[in-house]
């Protein structure tokens, strides 16, 4: 009977640790799999660019702290996303923090990654270079996509929050789209 009762429990419990530790272990192996074909040691794809360049490591803190601040919005889209999930009355706000979550994502990644440099031609050049207005210009139109399709929800919501973290996200994309000369000035 005891051994029954583990081998039940150890089968409850394996999705839980396949959703734990495989996600880390795929990482690795992807860290590993970029240090191989760019010849560069592991070392740069995991330690932290202050620490690697020898550069203070309060620069690009502000950066830093909106990664977080994107995480943790992505973190609370999800969960709500899930506790409303099972109901059939709550389904479309379920589908709503769900977008959202999906579309903090994309942002963080871009954020974190620098994605949409990254495409512009930092590190794809040439036929494979995308302009930075057309990522860019993809994001406004995946926000706008997020805006109509959630609009009844939105409307029937306090949309303050909402509307100052467009505002902001606006005011963000306004600066990226800004020359660097005014910006390093």
Known sequence: MQNL??????????????????PPLLILVCIAWL???TDQPAGLFTRDPAAITGTSSHWGMISNL?????????????FCSVLLHGKSETRYSSSFFLFACFLTLLLLFDDLFMAHE????TWLSGKWAIRERYTLGTYLVITAIFLFTFRKQIMQSEAILLASALGLFAL??????????????
Not at 172 to 185: A, R, T, Y
């Open 172 to 185: 963000s994309l306004g600066i990226d789209m800004l020359p660097e000369h005014i910006l390093s000035s």
């Open 5 to 22: 009762l583990r081998t039940s429990l150890i089968r409850d419990w394996i999705p839980a640790f396949l959703l734990i530790y495989v």
């Open 66 to 78: 909106g990664a977080v601040f994107w995480a943790a919005a992505a973190g609370i889209c999800g």
């Open 118 to 121: 990254m495409l512009s031609g």
């Open 35 to 37: 240090s191989w074909i």
